[in-house]
């Protein structure tokens, strides 16, 4: 089975992103972290690095310009980066978010956690059973 060598992060929290930069770093310093602020920034940068895309796209819902519900469904329709597995990452533990981004594509929905070694475990386990 192929590795993830590449994982883009698409969060509006600076914090965020800084917290789980230092999680796959201490997961794994061999991934590289892609970064975007919404999804607007993400589709800029995806179609700027191709066909360099991320083995793995982590998405947060609630962003502004274009949220992430919007974001997976121009990912699931652009036949360049269908493919690429979604994991959901937010701070929503809404039913209906989930069933809505399961059904659009999403390879899972993954509520942030609480802690930073609860951060490092979801990255380890998605990191190792990605499907390519």
């Known amino acids: 089975m192929p590795k993830v ?10 914090d965020d992103r800084e917290v789980f930069a230092g999680a796959l770093s201490s997961v794994n310093p061999t991934i590289t972290l892609m970064t975007a602020v919404d999804g ?4 800029q940068k995806l179609k700027e690095n191709f066909p360099q895309l991320p083995d793995v796209i982590f998405l947060d819902l609630n962003m502004p ?8 469904k121009e990912l699931k329709n652009d036949t360049h980066f269908k493919f690429i597995p979604v994991f959901i990452y937010s701070t929503s533990s809404n ?22 070694g609860e951060l490092c475990k979801i990255l380890e386990e998605t990191t190792q059973s990605v499907q390519f």
């Open 40 to 43: 607007v920034d993400a589709l």
């Open 95 to 116: 039913s209906e978010d989930k069933r809505d981004t399961i059904g659009n594509g999403a390879a899972d929905f993954i509520v942030k956690p609480n802690s930073y």
């Open 65 to 72: 310009k274009m949220n992430g519900k919007q974001l997976l």
């Open 5 to 14: 060598e590449t994982i883009f992060l698409i969060d509006d929290d600076a």
